[in-house]
């Protein structure tokens, strides 16, 4: 299994898309049968919104702007680049996750965004697709509130694939559902509630962090471009890791520098690490809580 710890070609779909095939390759050359990304690979995450000074202020024209580039650059489902990825994997033989802002072209919901992450199996085929339900705080000035559909594990060769984004991992019941569908590997483009998600659900977690570099910040944001000395270099610093049913790292965590993480992954693992602990089985106790997932579509 990998994973992409690496910077897109900011705010370039293109580009971006470009080098994450790259990647995809030389993950492939290493024999992979799964390469995963972080939130919004494509085509970068708006950490101007945290460090860009007035960013979210009324009317800002700067932002507006910076806007403007992150809805064009985009993408869409079905569309382009997710044809693209699609037909990677199945040449490839190899299943993707990736994270990406979407767009919708036409229709209700056509001038919002979403934070969205998309499964494609080896076989080419678009598997899920997520949009995150609760953009993060400074989010929701870019993003819309998701929907329920990707709330499941899917099935590859490599094993059951879910995902969950960032602050998600924060909401019990979203877990409960990714719990429930029986998970071998999550992939979490968040790092900080990786461990234990990896505990809790007995399953293998592939935590994929950002690298962004300052240098990236948008021209339009002057003061954003501006660094003291000792500062590091990067907005986001990656912090990958890859960690097993029993919460202990797999490959210890990579910070300030990119990389692609490959291991192998042993998944009767998770049959041992079952014996003590199932969240949605002998622990779940159905006689005391009921849990229900509603099917529901933003658009």
């Not at 499941?152 to 059951?160: D, H, I, L, N």
């Not at 990656?238 to 990389?259: K, N």
């Not at 014996?275 to 579509?297: C, I, Q, W």
Request: charged share 25%.
């Amino acid at each position: 299994m990998a994973i992409a710890q690496s910077a897109p070609v900011y705010l370039d779909k293109r580009a971006s898309l470009a080098k994450a095939l790259d990647l995809i390759q030389q993950a492939a050359k290493q024999d992979a049968q799964l390469v995963a990304f972080g939130e919004t690979w494509l085509p970068g995450y708006p950490a101007w919104l945290d460090v860009c000074p007035g960013a979210a202020l009324w009317e800002n024209a700067s932002a507006k702007d910076v806007f403007a580039k992150l809805r064009y650059n985009s993408i869409t489902a079905p569309g382009e680049e997710v044809n693209a990825l699609r037909e990677a994997a199945r040449d490839l033989n190899v299943a993707i996750v990736m994270g990406a802002s979407e767009r919708v072209d036409a229709g209700p919901g056509n001038g919002t965004l979403y934070n969205s992450l998309f499964t494609i199996s080896e076989d080419g085929q678009l598997r899920n697709h997520h949009r995150k339900l609760v953009p993060t705080y400074t989010e929701r000035l870019v993003w819309g509130n998701g929907d329920g559909r990707g709330l499941e594990a899917v099935s590859t060769a490599a094993g059951r694939i879910g995902g969950l984004i960032c602050w998600e991992h924060w909401m019990p019941l979203a877990r409960m559902a990714l719990h429930n569908s029986g998970e071998h590997i999550h992939v979490a483009v968040y790092q900080l509630a990786s461990r234990h998600y990896a505990f809790e659900g007995r399953c293998f977690v592939l935590a994929v962090g950002l690298m962004m570099p300052a240098a990236d910040l948008p021209d339009e944001f002057v003061d954003g471009r501006t660094s003291q000395p000792g500062e590091s270099q990067w907005v986001e610093r990656g912090g990958s890791a890859i960690i097993g049913p029993d919460s202990r790292y797999v490959v210890d965590p990579v910070f300030d520098r990119e990389e692609l993480l490959v291991s192998d992954l042993d998944l009767t693992q998770i049959d041992r690490e079952s014996m003590t602990f199932d969240v949605s089985g002998h622990y779940a106790r159905p006689d005391l809580f009921r849990f229900e997932r509603k099917n529901t579509d933003a658009k």
